[in-house]
C-alpha cells in the first residue's frame, strides 16, 4: 500500500468516532470531564477471550452513559455498531508477548489489544486530552474539526492543480490518437497523473470521513473534481493494456517514488518495448468511443472485437459498422458522426 494511505479497516473506524455521531458526542464528553478511558468497540467472543472481570450492561448506547462509566478505571466493551453497551469496568488482558512502543498501561493495552484482535481500540488520554484509535498495528490521533479542515482544503486546492493537468494530458492524448501518433510516454504520462488524482482525492476522501457531518462540502468540491478520473485509468488501461484490472491493480501498489518514473508506470501495460518510452502505440477505441453519447459500452465493445483497432474503426464505413453486433444504421451513423466531432474538438484543443 502506498505511504499515506489508511487501511480500509482504519477508515471504518474512522466512521464510528466521526464528529455527528453518539460515540463522537460520548468521547467529547469525557475530554471535557478531563478523564481517561479505554473503549473496545466490538462485543464478539474473540474480545470476551481477554476480559476479565467487570460486569455486564447490555445497555443502550448514550453519550451519557459513556461517560458516567468512564469514571471507573476500567476498560468500557462496546457493540460493533457501538450501539450498545456490552460491559463496563472490564479489565483486558492482552498477550504481553505482542510488541508496543506507548508508554502507560492503558495505551500499552490498547495498542495490543488492537494488534491481536480486528477491532477499534479506541483511548481517552486524561494527561494529554487526546483520542486515539488503534487498529490492526495502525494508530490515528483524532485532531480538531478545524486543523482537519484546514488540512481538506489543502488538499482540494493541490487536487484542482493535479486535475487540471490530467484533463490537459488527456486532451492531449486524444487528439495524438486521432493522428495516430501515441507514443509509450503518453499513456504512462496519463496513467501516472490520473493515479495521482486518485491518490488524493483518496486522502480527501480520509478527510471527509474524519469531519462527518461538517465534511458535506468538502464531500461536494471532491466529488466534482474527482467525476470521470476513474472512468479515464480504466479505459486508458483498457485501450493500451492487457486487462484494465490487471494494470489498474499494479498501478496502484506502486510507491510514490515509482509512480514518478514513468519507465515504471509504463511497466504496468506490459508492454514487450515499455522501455522505449518513445515507441508508438496504437489505441484500441474504447476511451474515444466512450465520448460518443448514448453508445453502450458492450456495443463499444462489439465494435473493438470487429476492427481491433482506432484507425480501423474510424476508416470504416456505415455498412461496415452496421455489421457489428447491436449497431443498426442509426448507431452506426452516431459513431461516425460522434467520432468526427471527437476528432475535431481534439486537434482544435491541441493546435489552437
Known amino acids: 500500500m502506498p505511504a499515506g494511505i ?18 463522537r458526542e460520548g468521547l467529547d464528553r469525557i475530554l471535557q470531564a478531563r478523564m481517561g478511558a479505554l473503549i473496545v468497540v466490538g462485543d464478539g467472543p474473540e474480545v470476551l477471550s481477554v476480559c476479565s472481570g467487570g460486569f455486564l450492561l447490555d445497555a443502550e448506547f448514550t453519550p451519557q452513559r459513556l461517560s ?19 460491559r463496563a469496568n472490564v479489565h483486558l488482558v492482552p498477550d504481553p508477548s505482542i510488541p508496543t512502543t506507548e508508554t502507560g498501561t492503558r495505551h500499552r493495552t490498547a495498542e495490543r489489544v488492537g494488534r491481536q484482535l480486528d477491532v477499534p481500540v479506541i483511548t481517552v488520554s486524561e494527561d494529554m486530552s487526546l483520542v486515539a ?13 478545524a ?36 507514443t509509450v510516454r503518453d499513456v504512462a504520462t496519463v496513467l501516472q497523473r490520473a ?23 468538502v464531500m ?17 488501461a483498457k485501450d493500451y493494456g492487457r ?11 506502486l510507491g510514490d517514488e515509482a509512480l514518478l518514473d514513468l519507465s515504471t508506470v509504463a511497466g504496468v501495460l506490459h508492454l514487450a518495448h515499455r522501455d522505449a518510452l518513445d515507441a508508438a502505440l496504437q489505441p484500441r477505441g474504447y476511451r474515444l468511443l466512450h465520448k460518443i453519447p448514448k453508445l453502450p459500452e458492450p456495443v463499444a465493445d462489439h ?42 474538438t481534439s486537434i482544435l484543443d491541441r493546435y489552437v
Request: aromatic share 2%; proline share 1%; net charge negative.
Open 133 to 145: 484509535l488503534h487498529r490492526r498495528g495502525e494508530k490515528h490521533t483524532l485532531e480538531s474539526i
Open 195 to 217: 493515479e495521482m488524482v486518485r491518490r488524493l482525492a483518496e486522502e480527501v476522501d480520509g478527510y471527509v470521513i474524519q469531519l462527518g457531518v461538517d465534511g458535506r462540502l
Open 147 to 182: 486543523r482537519v479542515l484546514a488540512r481538506a482544503d489543502q488538499a482540494l486546492q493541490i487536487l484542482g492543480r493535479y486535475k487540471a493537468r490530467l484533463d490537459s494530458v488527456s486532451a492531449s492524448l486524444s487528439a495524438l490518437e486521432i493522428e495516430d501518433l501515441v
Open 6 to 23: 489508511r487501511s480500509d479497516a482504519m477508515m471504518e473506524a474512522l466512521r464510528l468516532v466521526a464528529p455527528g455521531t453518539a460515540l
Open 220 to 236: 461536494l468540491q471532491l466529488e466534482e473534481l474527482v467525476s470521470g478520473v476513474e472512468d479515464e485509468r480504466r479505459l486508458v
Open 68 to 86: 458516567e462509566l468512564a469514571k471507573m478505571d476500567g476498560a468500557i466493551i462496546l457493540a460493533s455498531d457501538a450501539s450498545r453497551v456490552a
Open 243 to 253: 486487462g484494465d484490472d490487471h494494470v489498474l491493480r499494479e498501478l496502484g501498489a
Open 303 to 344: 465494435v473493438v472485437a470487429r476492427f481491433g483497432n482506432l484507425q480501423k474503426i474510424m476508416r470504416a464505413g456505415i455498412g461496415d459498422l452496421t455489421e457489428v453486433e447491436g449497431v443498426g444504421d442509426a448507431r452506426a451513423r452516431a459513431i461516425k458522426e460522434g467520432l468526427s466531432r471527437v476528432a475535431e
